[in-house]
C-alpha cells in the first residue's frame, strides 16, 4: 500500500503540450506512471509522442480514458481555472505544480471545494511520488526507492535532499508528498500526516518544514495527540533574517513570529526527532525510528 | 507584518510595497474617503501645494509626510504638522525631505526621505483601526478592526484583546451586509447617516482589496472627524506579486529608491537573493534547499553572504548571472554550489558556472555539490573545465569543505 497514488492511478497531464507539462510528462511516463491522457483545449484529437491522447476538456479526458487524477502544468493565469476543471470533471485527486498562483485565486479554489470529494495538493509544488510504481511531478525519479517511509514537505529540493539521504542508506519510501510553499493550498501537514497514520505501508515519517506561518506548530499539536508512527523533522530557516522573503511566497518570519525556534520547539514538544542539520535527515529518521521500536 | 497576537496567521503573500501617497491614489479610485493631498518630490513644490490645498479646504493646517515604505515614520520625525501656512510647510519640508530617517521597521541605518506628501489637516474626533489581509490559516480574507486606532495594533492585542474585532469574509458571498453592521456598530458608527458612510467605505475597501490583487491594506488610524466624516489618514497597501500578470500598472508604482540595489537587480534576472553579513556565497536551488544551505554553513562554523535561490527551470544565462553576482561582492571570500536537481539539469548549471567564471575568473574556493538530474553530465563539465573546483559528495560534505576553505583563503 501506499498513500494518494499507485501503480493503478491514471493520470491526465493538464497543459501537456506546453514546454514543462511535456518535459515532465514524458519523465513520469519514462517512470512508468500511467499517463492515460493529456489536454490542452483546441488540441483535441491530437496524440503527445504519437502516444498519450489530448483532449480539449479534463470531462473527456476522464470519460474516455478514466482519469482519476490530474496533474496541472497550466501557467498562473489560467491555473486556478485548470484546478476547477479537474474538480468538476471528477478528478478524486488534483496535483498542480504551477509557480506564482494569485493567492485570492486559491482563497477561491479552497472555498468551491468544499463538500467536494477532490483532494487538491499544491499549486507551487514538486507532486507526489509512491517510489516503483507512480510518480506525478517534477522530482528526479531515480533517487527514490520502494519502502516504508512517507516524506511530506513545504520545500521540493529539500524533498529531494531527504530522500537521497534516505535512499543513501538503504531506506526506502512508501510515498513522497510535496505540498507547496504557497500561502494558501491544498492539503496541509495534518492531511498527509493523517493519511500516513492510516496506512499500514508507512512506518516512519519525515516531516520538512521552513520559516513562516504556523503549519508546523499545527502539525505538531496533531502529531502530540494522534500519531503512532515515529517522526523526524527538519525546519529550514534557522538563519533566516526577520523579514525578508526567503524565495517561498510564505517564507517570512514576520514580526519575530513563524521562526524556525518556534516551530522546532513545537515538534519536539510533540515528541519529533528535529534534524539538527539538513544534511542529518536521514540519520535522524533512522533514530526515531530505532527509538519506536 | 505580526499578525499572531491578533489570532489570525497572516503574513503577507507578498512584499511588494508601494508609498502612502500611491495607497491613497488607489483608495481614491475605488471611492474610499482620503484627505486632499499632493506628492512632492522637491521642496520649491511644497509651498504652492500648500496654498493649494488651503485655499481649497479654508483651513490653515497641513501636514508634511515622508513617504517611506516603512512604518512608524511619525515616531522617527517623519510627520509633522504645519499650522503657520506655505512657509512653516516649506521649512518643516527642508528639514525631512533627505533625511535619513530612523524607524523601528528600517533598521539603524534609517532610510533617506526622497519624497513628500502634503495633506490637509482635519479635525480629528477619535482614531480608529482598520486592516484587511489574507488570513492563512483560515483561508479567507480577514477584516481587523479596532476603537484603538493610531496604536501599535499588537500591543493593543496583546494587552487590550476584547478591542480587536474580526470578521472573515466568504469568498462566494463577499463582504456581506450583516458583516459591514457588525463592524460599525463595533466600531461606534451608529446612527443612520453614519452607518451608511461606513458602509460605503468597507464597500470600496473590499472592492480595492480584491481588485487590485492586495496582500494586506491597512488604515492605522482610519478617523471620524468632529464633523462627523470617515476619513482614512493613512494607507498601507502590499500588493501580492503572484498576481503582477493581471496588474501591468504595478510597474511604476515600484519605487527602486526603497530596494536593496543587488536584490532588485536579481529580481530582473529572475533571481530570488537575500543579501545576508556572512563571507560564504551560495548558489543553491530551490528555497528550501537555499534556506537548509545557509543552515548548515552556519551549523559548520561559517557565515553565509547571501540567500539565493535559481529556481526550477533556470537557463545558463541566469545561472551565469547568479553566479557573477556573487563573484562580483567583496564581501565573499568562498563560494557554495549546492544543487539537488529535479528540473534544474546539473548540465545547465554547470556551464553557467564555467561562463560566468570565464568572464571574471575565480579568486576564491569554490566547492560544488551537484546531485540529481544530469549529474554526471554536470560533473564532466566542470572536471573538463581546468577550474579550481572542489567538489563535495553530499550537502554537509560541502559545507565542511567550504568552511574550511574559506577560513585558509582568509589566514
Redesign the interface.
Known amino acids: 500500500m501506499s498513500i494518494l497514488v499507485n501503480k493503478d492511478t491514471r493520470v491526465v497531464f493538464q497543459g501537456i503540450t506546453g514546454a514543462f507539462g511535456s518535459q515532465h510528462a514524458r519523465a513520469c511516463i519514462e517512470y512508468g506512471t500511467k499517463v492515460v491522457a493529456g489536454v490542452t483545449p483546441g488540441r483535441g484529437g491530437q496524440r503527445f509522442e504519437d502516444k498519450v491522447p489530448i483532449y480539449d476538456t479534463v470531462a473527456q479526458a476522464v470519460k474516455a480514458e478514466g482519469a482519476d487524477v490530474s496533474c496541472i502544468f497550466v501557467p498562473p493565469p489560467g491555473a486556478a481555472d485548470a484546478i476547477a476543471e479537474a474538480a468538476d470533471a471528477g478528478c478524486r485527486l488534483v496535483i498542480c505544480i504551477t509557480e506564482g498562483v494569485p493567492v485570492l485565486d486559491m482563497v477561491k479554489i479552497r472555498r468551491s471545494l468544499e463538500g467536494k470529494a477532490t483532494t487538491l495538493i499544491g499549486p507551487n509544488c514538486p507532486g507526489v511520488i509512491t517510489p516503483g510504481e507512480c510518480k506525478i511531478g517534477i522530482m528526479p525519479g531515480h533517487i527514490h526507492k520502494k519502502g516504508h517511509i512517507g516524506v511530506v514537505s513545504r520545500s521540493g529540493t529539500l524533498t529531494y535532499e531527504a530522500v537521497g539521504q534516505l535512499s543513501a542508506l538503504g531506506i526506502g519510501q512508501s510515498t513522497c508528498v510535496g505540498i507547496g510553499g504557497d500561502p494558501v493550498a491544498g492539503m496541509d501537514f495534518i492531511d498527509v500526516l493523517k493519511l500516513y497514520n492510516a496506512d499500514p505501508d508507512t512506518h516512519g515519517i519525515i516531516l520538512i518544514g521552513e520559516i513562516g506561518g504556523s503549519a508546523e506548530q499545527r502539525a505538531a499539536a496533531w502529531i502530540k495527540e494522534n500519531m503512532k508512527k515515529p517522526v523526524a523533522g527538519f525546519i529550514a530557516g534557522r538563519t533566516a533574517p526577520p523579514g525578508k522573503r526567503m524565495g517561498h511566497a510564505g517564507a517570512i518570519i514576520a514580526g519575530g513570529q513563524g521562526t524556525a525556534a518556534e516551530k522546532i520547539a513545537a515538534l519536539e514538544d510533540a515528541g519529533v526527532l528535529v534534524s539538527p542539520s539538513p544534511a542529518e535527515m536521514g540519520v535522524t529518521l533512522q533514530k526515531a525510528m530505532a527509538a519506536k521500536a | 507584518?505580526?499578525?499572531?497576537a491578533l489570532d489570525c496567521?497572516?503574513?503577507?503573500?507578498?512584499?511588494m510595497k508601494i508609498h502612502e501617497y500611491q495607497g491613497k491614489q488607489i483608495f481614491a479610485r475605488y471611492g474610499v474617503p482620503v484627505p486632499k493631498g499632493e506628492a512632492a518630490f522637491n521642496v520649491s513644490e511644497v509651498g504652492p501645494i500648500a496654498e493649494r490645498l488651503i485655499a481649497e479646504t479654508g483651513n490653515p493646517v497641513v501636514v508634511v509626510k515622508a513617504q517611506v515604505h516603512a512604518g512608524g515614520r511619525g515616531k522617527g520625525g517623519g510627520v509633522k504638522v504645519a499650522k503657520g501656512g506655505a512657509a512653516e510647510a516649506t521649512s518643516l519640508a527642508e528639514k525631512i525631505l533627505g533625511m535619513q530617517l530612523v524607524t523601528p521597521?528600517t533598521g539603524p541605518g534609517g532610510q533617506k526621505v526622497r519624497r513628500l506628501y502634503i495633506e490637509q489637516g482635519l479635525d480629528i474626533a477619535r482614531e480608529l483601526y482598520l486592516a484587511l489581509l489574507?488570513d492563512?490559516?483560515r483561508?479567507?480574507?480577514a477584516v481587523i478592526a479596532s476603537t484603538a486606532g493610531g496604536m501599535d495594533i499588537?500591543e493593543v492585542a496583546h494587552e487590550t484583546p476584547e478591542k480587536i474585532i474580526r470578521i472573515h469574509i466568504?469568498?462566494?458571498l463577499g463582504l456581506a451586509g450583516y458583516q459591514v453592521r457588525q463592524l460599525a456598530f463595533a466600531l461606534g458608527f451608529g446612527g443612520k447617516e453614519q452607518l451608511k458612510k461606513f458602509s460605503a467605505l468597507m464597500t470600496s475597501l473590499y472592492a480595492a482589496f480584491?481588485g487590485e490583487?492586495c496582500?494586506l491594506l491597512e488604515i492605522n488610524p482610519l478617523i471620524e472627524t468632529k464633523s462627523g466624516d470617515i476619513v482614512a489618514l493613512d494607507a498601507k497597501i502590499n500588493f501580492?506579486d503572484?498576481?503582477s500578470?493581471?496588474h501591468p500598472g504595478w510597474e511604476e508604482l515600484q519605487d527602486p529608491d526603497e530596494e536593496d540595489p543587488v536584490e532588485l537587480e536579481a529580481r530582473k534576472a529572475g533571481l530570488?537573493y537575500?543579501s545576508?553579513e556572512g563571507d560564504i556565497g551560495c548558489l543553491?536551488?530551490?528555497?528550501?534547499?537555499?534556506?537548509?544551505?545557509?543552515?548548515?554553513?552556519?551549523?559548520s562554523g561559517g557565515r553565509?553572504a547571501n540567500?539565493l535561490?535559481v529556481g526550477?527551470?533556470a537557463t545558463k544565462e541566469q545561472v551565469s548571472k547568479a553566479f557573477r553576482m556573487i563573484l562580483s561582492s567583496n564581501e565573499v571570500k568562498g563560494i557554495f554550489v549546492n544543487i539537488?536537481?529535479?528540473?534544474m539539469r546539473c548540465d545547465v548549471v554547470a556551464e553557467g558556472i564555467i561562463a560566468a567564471t570565464k568572464e571574471l575568473g575565480l579568486k576564491v574556493p569554490l566547492v560544488v555539490r551537484l546531485?540529481?538530474?544530469n549529474v554526471e553530465l554536470g560533473r564532466k563539465l566542470l572536471d573538463e573545465s581546468g577550474l579550481a573546483i572542489q567538489s563535495a559528495s553530499?550537502?554537509?560534505d560541502g559545507?565542511q569543505k567550504i568552511v574550511a576553505a574559506t577560513r585558509a583563503a582568509k589566514a
Open positions: 507584518m505580526p499578525w499572531k496567521d497572516s503574513v503577507p503573500a507578498s512584499l521597521q489574507v492563512r490559516d483561508r479567507q480574507i499588537e466568504d469568498p462566494v480584491t490583487d496582500s501580492d503572484n498576481a500578470f493581471r530570488s537575500v545576508l543553491v536551488n530551490g528555497a528550501g534547499l537555499a534556506m537548509a544551505t545557509m543552515d548548515i554553513i552556519l551549523h553565509p540567500f535561490d526550477g527551470g539537488f536537481g529535479g528540473i546531485e540529481g538530474t553530499s550537502m554537509g559545507a
